[in-house]
């Protein structure tokens, strides 16, 4: 069978790969001039590795993206280390998760379970009082270690649970600068199944593969190349028409006809690809709301934080979420001695910051490095990019299941995966791969049953 797929990001790559491995003819389209969607990276001249747009990186927990990278043969280009998350709080950035590692006195450092390094982690924090560190220390290690089903959670907002069960010393320190960080005006809206989701599957290891995100990506598109798959970079794909022959898709490229369809990508672009869906259907997809993000990389001529990879930044005092200084996590040397910066934001895709230039959004973010660290200076900034997306982090209110469509769509052959599928778990690249996998399934599923029918 033919099998177009509109969008070369994870899911798309990843239903690709599985698909052409059946035997199946597979063709990806991809707008943009590389593969791999919000995991793209972009390069320097003189850098070794690329970087992504958006900060990325992976969890011990991520078993669906660590098995595909085995699978592509790319397992010996996956590592994980131990960088050190902090908290903004009174002037500077204190460590939350350090190395997974206690060190005694007198005694060489042995390794933490995980459960007593997030109750050390939590009881450390000078920013609560003893009673409010060890009452969200219980919640947060019952969250991950106690429960199982999520669905009773999203019954409820986050808001709400934490508040009732950690008190609202923790949540006004700890949870209400998360939610408002990633949801603004809709934090208390969000239930409580996405944050249960949040902390169940992060761990205190992070991987990241040789040659970024970007590596792993043109990796996974050479593997689909040599089972057979076509891959179209810079060719938008302009709509979608049924007929009784299948789908005809139109793309910049030319006209061709497939026997299914899977798109990726946000609710929008499947409405306007495919104007036939019912009035009903794209009714639903109109619902479903998101953040969009707003990325400020920087490469600075000197460190800007003493080891910190992450920041957690409250909003009410910088410009952005989150300050993520890359080359804390990876070695500069693999971008020409450039120390890379993050200013990260998740904002409504009406935000000002979506329709200010690159200099003005500088003139925001650069006065509060130096609050980061005073000897900051504007010289050290040798080079900056703006990366901005628009559908980047759905909005999931209480009882959100009931309103995700399911992956096939009502029109016969068409198939949707999106950000919006991966609840109630939190977006990134490891659900992108279960996603392609089971749209995937999904139309194997579909093209059995209609080969059954046929005998």
């Not at 999520?150 to 649970?161: I, K, N, V």
């Not at 007929?243 to 409405?271: C, F, K």
């Not at 259907?281 to 709301?289: C, Q, V």
């Not at 599923?445 to 029918?453: I, V």
């Amino acid at each position: 069978m033919k099998i177009g797929i509109i969008g070369a990001g994870v899911a798309g790559l990843t239903a690709a790969y599985d698909l052409v491995r059946k035997g199946h003819q597979v063709t990806v389209y991809e707008a943009s001039a590389q593969a791999g969607g919000l995991a793209s990276g972009f390069r320097d001249s003189h850098w070794e590795w690329p970087i992504e747009r958006f900060y990325h990186h992976l969890f011990q927990t991520d078993a669906a993206i660590i098995a595909l990278t085995k699978s592509i043969g790319y397992s010996d280009k996956l590592f994980f280390r131990s960088p050190i998350t902090a908290q903004w709080w009174n002037g500077h950035g204190h460590p939350l998760f350090r190395s997974a590692m206690l060190r005694l006195r007198g005694l060489p450092a042995v390794p933490v379970p995980g459960l007593m390094m997030t109750a050390l982690s939590v009881l450390n924090y000078p920013g609560l009082s003893f009673t409010s560190r060890l009452r969200m220390g219980l919640a947060g290690a019952y969250l991950k270690y106690g429960v199982r089903d999520w669905r009773p959670l999203e019954r409820t907002t986050a808001a709400a649970w934490t508040r009732r069960t950690m008190g609202e010393a923790a949540y006004q320190a700890f949870v209400y600068p998360l939610l408002e960080g990633k949801f603004g005006s809709h934090t208390a809206e969000v239930n409580m199944a996405w944050l249960w989701a949040r902390l169940k599957t992060r761990s205190f290891k992070l991987g990241y593969f040789v040659g970024g995100f970007q590596g792993f990506v043109e990796a996974l598109v050479a593997t689909l190349k040599k089972w057979g798959g076509v891959v179209y970079t810079r060719t938008p794909v302009q709509g979608l028409e049924l007929s009784p022959d299948g789908w005809h898709l139109h793309s910049a490229r030319d006209t061709e006809l497939y026997d299914r369809v899977i798109v990726t990508g946000s609710p929008q672009l499947l409405n306007k690809l495919a104007p036939q869906l019912s009035s009903d259907y794209t009714k639903r997809l109109r619902e479903l709301r998101s953040m969009g993000a707003v990325v400020m990389t920087l490469a600075l001529t000197h460190p800007l934080t003493e080891g910190l990879y992450w920041v957690n930044m409250p909003k009410a005092e910088f410009p952005f979420l989150a300050l993520v200084e890359h080359t804390n996590f990876i070695e500069s040397k693999y971008y020409g001695g450039d120390h890379l910066v993050y200013c990260g934001d998740y904002l409504d895709p009406s935000h000002e910051y979506f329709r200010l230039s690159q200099d003005e959004l500088l003139e925001r973010f650069l006065p509060a490095l130096k609050r980061v660290n005073p000897q900051f200076d504007w010289t050290w900034v040798r080079a900056s990019w703006l990366h901005r997306e628009a559908y980047a982090q759905p909005i999931v209110p209480v009882n959100h299941s009931r309103s995700i469509p399911p992956l096939a769509t009502p029109l016969s052959g068409l198939y949707w995966a999106s950000m919006s599928q991966v609840y109630p778990w939190d977006r990134g690249t490891n659900y992108a791969v279960e996603l392609g996998q089971r749209v995937a399934q999904e139309v194997l599923d579909s093209l059995s049953e209609a080969k059954r029918l046929t005998e």
